[in-house]
């Protein structure tokens, strides 16, 4: 499998800044991404999909502007949430596609004061 | 819409017991079933996964049916232990996304 970490791992910011999180895939070259948001005790969300080299693909629903991605090199993929606000807190996490599996990083808990 | 559904939302059961979990899905396109386990406050891991052309698969103490015809597989934990206490979902792939299972919560009393 693949082994994907996630940094940082937790982090708190004011209502109106911006928060990067980075994804990257350790041991495995990965031209596929992707990035999940979970609120708790609820299922995976898709919200977008991470292309290298090109533009994400977004899913319906997920504005494109708010959380922008970008997947520079095969082992890196970030997602910057903009303009961040209370409702935006929730638990993030990022797979890397290998084959058919996508393996998960560890989750990054982003609350938003 | 959720593309599988899951059941039950938790169980509890004693130390070695057998807790089952059912899924069921309606997309015929679907190739590839991932089981993930996720503890709180971390990422989701692979279990094990199964491909329609198989009934049955077995890593250690975690099983998964598939029956094909009825759209439905499930996973079996024998011997169940307090350390397997975790959210678990099961989900389904067409070789491109995958779609998730609303998750079900375990807990293995000792």
């Known amino acids: 499998g693949a082994v994907v970490s996630q940094h940082p791992s937790r982090v708190i910011c004011k209502s109106g800044t911006s928060v990067k999180i980075e994804c990257r895939s350790l041991d495995f070259q990965a031209t596929t991404m992707f990035w999940y948001r979970q609120f708790p005790k609820k299922s995976l969300m898709l919200m977008a999909t991470?292309?290298?080299?090109?533009?994400?693909?977004?899913e319906q629903g997920v504005e494109k502007d708010k959380f922008l991605i970008n997947h520079a090199s095969l082992t890196l993929s970030t997602l910057t949430v903009t303009s961040a606000h209370p409702e935006d807190s929730s638990f993030y996490i990022c797979?890397?596609?290998?084959?058919?599996?996508?393996?998960f990083g560890p989750g990054t808990r982003l609350t938003v004061l | 819409q959720q593309q599988v559904k899951q059941s039950p939302q938790s169980l509890i059961v004693q130390k070695g017991g057998i807790p089952i979990i059912n899924c069921a899905y309606e997309n015929t396109a679907f190739d590839y079933f991932p089981w993930y386990q996720q503890f709180p406050g971390k990422g989701p891991a692979l279990l094990i996964a199964i491909r329609p052309d198989v009934s049955e698969k077995k890593e250690g103490r975690f099983t998964i049916s598939f029956n094909k015809s009825a759209k439905q597989f499930s996973l079996h934990i024998m011997d169940s232990q307090p350390g397997d206490s975790a959210t678990y979902f099961c989900?389904?792939?067409?070789?491109?996304?995958?779609?998730f299972g609303a998750g079900t919560t375990v807990t293995v009393r000792a």
């Open positions: 989900a389904a792939s067409d070789d491109y996304k995958l779609s």
């Open positions: 797979s890397v596609k290998v084959t058919d599996t996508q393996y």
């Open positions: 991470s292309n290298e080299g090109s533009k994400a693909t977004y």
